[in-house]
Nanobody, 120 residues
Framework: QVQLVESGGDSVQAGGSLRLSCAYT?????MGWFRQAPGRGREEVAR???????TYADSVKGRFTISQDNAENIVYLQMNSLKPEDTAMYYC?????????????????WGQGTQVTVSS
């Protein structure tokens, strides 16, 4: 059974940075970060496919970086130059090891979310 636990959400001013973490067990083949703002649909922010293939939404390219720490079983989302429009609940998602991942595959397992609020 895959378990995902997000952390790192906070309130920051525009231009600031945050790093979100997603701790996962037992092992994964691809993981993603999504966000959903009030009244809006869920948006895929970034995805990482083992071991180093990454994809990003156009809205975050050059500002956000997804990375992994295999030793600690953690996937990070480093968010720089944050904007008020980045305000949302951020969710981590995963596909378990053994699944063939593509940049378009839907995720099966989801975390509970962590709130990011960016003020102007």
């Amino acid at each position: 059974q895959v378990q995902l636990v997000e952390s790192g959400g906070d309130s920051v001013q525009a231009g600031g940075s945050l790093r979100l973490s997603c701790a996962y067990t037992p092992s994964w083949s691809c993981m993603g970060w999504f966000r959903q703002a009030p009244g809006r649909g869920r948006e895929e922010v970034a995805r990482i496919i083992k071991y180093d293939r990454t994809t990003y939404a156009d809205s975050v390219k050059g500002r956000f970086t997804i990375s992994q720490d295999n030793a600690e079983n953690i996937v990070y989302l480093q968010m720089n130059s944050l904007k008020p429009e980045d305000t949302a609940m951020y969710y981590c998602a995963a596909e378990p090891a053994g699944v063939y991942c593509t940049p378009w595959r839907a995720f099966t397992y989801w975390g509970q979310g962590t709130q990011v609020t960016v003020s102007s």
